[in-house]
Structure formats: C-alpha cells, structure tokens
C-alpha cells in the first residue's frame, strides 16, 4: 500500500503556547511591539510554502569561520575557541538539507561590532561577529567561532544577557522562517533572563542551550557544542498515519 | 510503526535583537569584506518580466514611533505568478527574479525600501486565484516571534474583492491595513503598524 500524504496538506501551525508570546512585560520592549489583536488563523498556501533557495555559491569559503573571516592575515579573534555544531530536521524529524543558518553573535568581552552598541568592552580588531552556513545532505552543519561573552544590556536595572549567538534559519518554506538564541549549557544567567523568560515552557528553554560535546572537540584547538534545531513541519493527515500504522 | 504527529517541539523562537544587522545585513552596519553583499538586497539580476516597482515604507509601535533597528524579509510571485524555487511545479519562474528580498529599515529615519516587480496572481489551495500580493515577515528587538503579514495592492480592486484570504478576514474595516497605496508611477507605500489604532493584521499562517 502506499504511503501517499494528501496532496498539499500544508504546513501544520505552530504551537504558540510553546514559542514565547509577543507580548512578555518583563521585557520592556516587548510591550508596544506586540500585536495585540489575536493573529489570524489560516492554512498555508503556495506562498507559504515555498521560499528562497540558498546554494553554496552563493557563500564564500571563510564564512563558517568567525575566528578568522574578518580577521587581518594571519591573526584570528580572541577567545575560547569552540566550534558549533548539529542537526537541522522539521518537526517529524526529517533532515532539512540546504538549510542557510546566518549566525551573529558579540565578542569574547560581550561586546559587538555594530553602529548602535556602547557597551565600554573593548572590540576586538579581529572579531566582525557574523557568519553563515548550509546544512549537508543529512541536515547537519558546523562553524567555528569563539565563545561570546555575556553582556549588560538597558531593561531593568541590572540585567546581562547569558552568552548567546543568535540563529536566523531558512528552511524550504516561509513558513517556517525562524530566528532564535543559542545558549551555552551551565551558565548561571540563563535563568535570569528576561529575553529567555519569555518561554513559558522550560522545556522549550532547555532545547535552546547548546550542551558541550567532548566527541568533536578537537584536541589542542576547539571545544564543540552541540545545536540542534527543529523547524515547522508538513502537516501529517489522518490517512498517512493511519496507513503507516499498517 | 505509527508515527503521530508532532514528533518534535519546533525550536522556540527568541528575539532578533538590537544587533540583527551584524548578522543579516552586515554591511549596513559596517561591516565591509566579511560577505561581498548583503543577502537579499537585490531582487533582481537582468531584465525582468513585468512591471518593476519600489514599495517603502515604516514600521510603527503602540506610541507611534518608527522602528529604526527593524529588518523586513519579502517572499512573492513574479510577474507571471510563479516562485523561483525548487518547489514551484506550475512552471519555470523569471530566472531574473529571485522573489525574495531583506531590507533593514534605515537606521536615522526608519524608512525601509524594496526594489522588486508587481507579482502575479497565484492560486489559493483550492484554485481560486488570490489577488497580487507579497509575504511580509517582520523582526526586530521587542518582537519575541517574526511576525507574518501580506501586502496587497490599492490598484487591484477587483482582484482584491475575491480574494480568498480578504474575504476570510472578520473585521473587514482592518482589511486596508493590508493593502500598499500608490504613491506615484509603480511606486507603492506600506506602512505597518505593530500595535494600536490600525494595528495591521499580522497571519499565523
Ligand atoms: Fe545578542
């Protein structure tokens, strides 16, 4: 018997109670950015779910590695140096091959290379901060980068962002078009957070923070951390399990 | 095995903070010489098919004020409505057109500008032609979630009338927060509005 979806069954919604809601007052910008009709339901078409490809031509060959892609020649940035690392699959644990990750993130003191930040740490001369990469055939990708520092940010009165890079994710559908906040497993500010607050759920939160992984660190070189990421899957109709559970 | 869906939580989503820019359009940031350009800031790559058109605007908060560290991704048909991606089956889409465009607001006045074409009608899920319009989806610090709307077109009357999704819509005096005005010769202007009198409608779709 086949296995045959329906045709066009679309993308299944996501499960708002599970991302953080648009509106969470502890964090104070959130409070006049937040919609505050309800979104408005409907199913996904064409446009939906399709979106932009991405090929390796399109990247150039340094752009995985931030701890040298801005670097002057023979210098890289300061810091621990670690590489990131996992597994890009929707919701039903497929693979999403050629996946673009753009990934941002401060420098070792926290601080980041960009027009609107103050923060008195220093830059690092050799540190731009952004880099980007494909998933493989099986969904997985690395880069290299140094460890961010936490940084002071203006909401409360003293509130530290825990180190984080930040994630932006296309997957095949602009549907399922995401950006997140990696975080880094035993750090203490974790839960402090107003940003990371936001997520109801600890689970969710839990699946945010990168665990150390000690098989791809390398020797002498670069601790590993461990990401993986979930996107938006294809909504699965009744007839498709049932006949799976043939 | 019976595989039930969901196997997996979606990974929750996080703000895309202050400094968006470094990773999504470093350049406008300055940041020169990491990428050659930033992604999605051209549209278009020869001589398209159909009418080349500009759509700027603002994004405004609850109090009024313009966004100016907020970044824009746009998603659309070309001009004979197909997307170019692997995905589109109904045909072979403008390969001068990519469809897909990222614009940061700019940083002094907040005004965000798109180089695109007028896009095609596409068909809804049931066949029926939508009006011509665009995927908008919305980042910025504040916006814990991107969020998702559409931009129609003031000049598709008609279109607009049937299409399947402005028809769904219950509160139909929200329906022209949707729909860009024109300013002038192919020229359009959206301004969106995240929160309070004429909040836009925002999808999940
Ligand atoms: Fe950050």
């Not at chain 1, 995985?64 to 810091?79: F, K, M, Q, R, T």
């Not at chain 2, 070309?78 to 990222?102: K, Q, V």
Request: proline share 8%.
């Amino acid at each position: 018997m086949k296995n045959t979806p329906e045709p066009n069954a679309g993308y299944a919604a996501r499960d708002r109670a599970w991302h953080p809601p648009a509106l969470h007052p502890p964090y104070k910008t959130s409070v006049l950015r937040s919609p505050s009709a309800p979104l408005l339901s409907l199913p996904t078409s064409l446009g939906e779910e399709t979106g932009p490809v991405f090929g390796q031509a399109m990247l150039g060959d340094m752009d995985h590695d931030l701890v040298h892609n801005y670097a002057e020649p023979g210098e890289s940035a300061i810091g621990p140096r670690i590489i990131v690392h996992g597994r890009v699959t929707d919701e039903a644990g497929r693979p999403v091959p050629n996946a673009l990750l753009e990934v941002w993130q401060a420098n070792a003191g926290g601080r980041y290379r960009h027009k609107k930040e103050g923060y008195l740490a220093p830059l690092d001369p050799n540190f731009g901060g952004c880099g980007r990469v494909l998933t493989d055939e099986q969904g997985f990708y690395e880069f290299r980068t140094i460890q961010p520092g936490a940084y002071p940010w203006p909401n409360g009165g003293n509130d530290w962002r825990p180190a984080h890079i930040h994630f932006s994710i296309f997957g095949d559908a602009f549907a399922q078009r995401l950006i997140t906040q990696m975080y880094f497993e035993g750090d203490p500010l974790i839960p402090l957070c107003p940003i990371v607050g936001a997520i109801p759920h600890k689970d969710a939160v839990q699946s945010l923070i990168a665990e150390l992984d000690m098989t791809r660190t390398v020797p002498m070189d670069a601790r590993a951390w461990r990401f993986d990421i979930v996107l938006r899957g294809k909504r699965q109709t009744l007839f498709e399990n049932r006949l799976e559970g043939l | 095995m019976t595989r039930r869906y969901p196997m997996l939580k979606e990974t929750p989503s996080q703000t895309a903070g202050p400094y968006v820019h470094i990773g999504m359009n470093p350049n406008v940031t300055g940041i020169h010489g990491v990428y050659e350009a930033d992604l999605g800031a051209a549209m278009k790559t020869g001589a398209v098919h159909g009418e080349e058109i500009t759509i700027t605007g603002t994004v405004t908060d609850g109090m009024g004020s313009i966004l100016k560290d907020v970044v824009l991704e746009i998603w659309q048909a070309d001009a004979d409505g197909l997307f170019n991606t692997p995905g589109e089956t109904r045909g072979a889409a403008d390969p001068e057109f990519s469809g897909w465009g990222r614009a940061a607001a700019d940083l002094q006045t907040g005004e965000y500008r798109f180089d695109t074409v007028k896009p095609g009608r596409v068909p809804w899920r049931d066949g029926r032609l939508q009006a011509p319009h665009i995927s908008v989806w919305i980042v910025a610090r504040g916006i814990n979630i991107g969020l998702h709307t559409r931009l129609y077109f003031d000049d598709e009357g008609e279109a607009n009338a049937e299409d399947p999704v402005l028809m769904r819509i219950e509160h139909q005096h929200r329906v022209p927060t949707l729909i860009a005005q024109k300013t002038g010769d192919g020229a359009y202007r959206f301004d969106i509005r995240l929160q309070g009198e004429n909040e836009t409608i925002f999808f999940d779709m």
